[in-house]
């Protein structure tokens, strides 16, 4: 919703954290009236509309101060609380909040332009935990600009991200869970010792977020190096490359363990798989056995004919991939293309070499 004026954008900011709140218009409702002195037609739009959840509603003014508007201002503002007493509505002419309210209510809610969607740190991430209305809750879902919270009771319920950004006793731990769903079919086919090493690369990933390699959930003793009420981030990682360079595992680098934690974040345990280890045998690899059909098929039907070039390749075989599966198979990067066309093509089919017609006989001539 989009507003007209500074004191008008404060209000709606008030509006929007207070949990009483199911509902919000702007400017949907114009009042016409003959005015009493002169007999001509007035007419008024308020600037909010504000539904409740107890099923009352709330049209409203939000001047920048007392007098704005003059005398036309004051006028409709008391035809327009009497036309809402006849329907059961209450009017007001709110006054904007204290400066001090204002800018810290401002800064949350600049969290919540699009720009800001998506960057890691600036929400609450699934899994995190976060300290609201004085207990601990658990982030178990994003929609839009609502969180979804389970309780330590057990009991859960959905908030505003600014009401929740708003309270005094605001905190978030443990923000280190997966961003993406695990994905354990591609895991269980990476090699036995792949997986171990994985395991073992989230247990130290989870105890540089939250303190524990179980998770913010598994419990133990939070070691003094990785307490994070102690050390910021980058002192928790600086302290687990020096651990792990100790354990063996090859001289790590805190970028090491700050690359680990965003694969982590991004891709989850198979993030942490060395991909080497995966690589299939064959020239094509994992590639969608789909894209390999359509290669052969387009190589098969240049066989006889002047093959051009590989880049030239590329639009007939994305034809064929939208003709066959429309837009459900995306077309490989150009590394990737020139890569399988080299290895599905024969010798004499590879675009770039020439081409060789048969003799004619009799003829000697090719």
């Known amino acids: 919703m989009s507003a007209g004026s500074n004191a008008m ?50 049209p409203t003014d939000c001047p920048g101060r007392t007098d704005a508007g003059g005398e036309r201002a004051l006028q409709a503002a008391a035809v327009m609380a009497e036309a809402c007493t006849r329907v059961g509505w209450v009017y007001r002419r709110l006054e904007p909040p204290d400066p001090v309210s204002a800018a810290n209510l401002r800064w949350p809610a ?24 004085g207990g601990w809750c658990q982030v178990v879902g994003l929609a839009g600009t609502r969180i979804h919270l389970a309780g330590e009771d057990g009991e859960d ?37 792949a997986q171990e090493r994985a395991l073992a690369w989230q247990r130290h990933i989870r105890e540089v977020e939250c303190g524990r390699a179980g998770g913010p959930d598994g419990g133990g003793v939070v070691r003094q190096e990785y307490d994070p009420a102690r050390f910021t981030p980058a002192e928790r990682e600086w302290a687990k490359a020096r651990e792990l360079t100790a354990l063996g595992f090859g001289r790590v680098s805190w970028t090491t363990v700050q690359r680990m934690r965003g694969r982590y974040r991004r891709q989850g345990l198979w993030g942490l798989v060395d991909h080497r280890t995966t690589r299939a045998a064959g020239g094509v690899g994992r590639t969608d ?77 090719g």
């Not at 443990?174 to 086919?189: A, Y």
């Not at 080299?342 to 048969?358: C, I, S, T, W, Y």
Request: net charge positive; hydrophobic share 40%.
């Open 9 to 58: 954008r404060d209000r709606l900011m008030v509006l929007d954290r207070d949990p009483r709140v199911v509902g919000l218009a702007g400017r949907p409702v114009r009042l016409w009236w003959r005015d009493a002195v002169d007999g001509r037609a007035r007419s008024w739009v308020a600037q909010l509309f504000v539904r409740y959840a107890d099923g009352s509603a709330l």
């Open 110 to 133: 600049g969290y919540r332009h699009p720009r800001s969607q998506g960057r890691p740190g600036l929400m609450a991430s699934v899994g995190a935990q976060v300290c609201f209305r």
């Open 157 to 193: 319920e959905v908030v505003l991200a600014g009401c929740l950004f708003a309270d005094p006793g605001f905190a978030v731990s443990g923000g280190g869970q997966p961003r993406t769903l695990p994905q354990w079919g591609l895991f269980e086919t990476a090699p036995a010792a």
């Open 289 to 365: 056995e789909r894209v390999v059909a359509a290669i052969e098929d387009v190589l098969r039907g240049r066989r006889g004919r002047s093959k051009g070039t590989v880049k030239a390749l590329m639009p007939s075989v994305a034809r064929v991939l939208e003709d066959r599966h429309g837009d459900a198979v995306a077309i490989p990067s150009q590394a990737t293309f020139y890569r399988l066309v080299r290895e599905l093509a024969r010798p004499a089919d590879h675009p770039g070499h020439p081409v060789r017609n048969p003799r004619s006989p009799g003829t000697g001539v």
